[in-house]
């Protein structure tokens, strides 16, 4: 994975949410992202928000909508090899993807997704 200014390996696991301010499922899938952060804050995980707008833009967006303590990075998405959004990308500590997860999940999904956390 191509994220500049992130270090990979003081954690197990990175998570990446790419996202646009725009983005009509990325906003209804706040919900998940605010349990993301409580399922992690204990845990040698990183998550890290990924946002085409500038990081300014992006950091108000999350503010606006009560999700706190993320890293905001600005990056093209095409940079990350990201066609839609939101996208989560899990690498491990070597920054290399292990899996990854497109669209409004569904509540399986999102399920799979904090079990791949833990694991």
Avoid at 4 to 21: C, E, G, H, R
Avoid at 26 to 52: G, H, Q, W
Avoid at 62 to 83: F, T, W, Y
Wanted: aromatic share 6%; net charge negative; glycine share 4%.
């Amino acid at each position: 994975m191509n994220l500049p200014d992130v270090a990979w390996s003081p954690q197990s696991k990175t998570l990446i949410l790419a996202m646009q301010t725009g983005c009509h499922f990325c906003n209804e899938s706040m919900l998940f992202y605010k349990r993301l952060i409580e399922a992690t804050k204990d845990k040698n995980i990183k998550l890290v928000a990924v946002f085409p707008s500038s990081v300014e833009e992006s950091r108000a967006h999350l503010d606006s909508l009560g999700i706190k303590n993320l890293e905001v990075k600005q990056m093209p998405l095409v940079a990350i090899q990201v066609r839609g959004t939101p996208t989560l990308i899990l690498t491990n500590s070597e920054g290399e993807i292990i899996n990854f997860w497109v669209g409004k999940l569904p509540p399986e999904e999102e399920t799979e997704v904090i079990e791949k956390l833990s694991s």
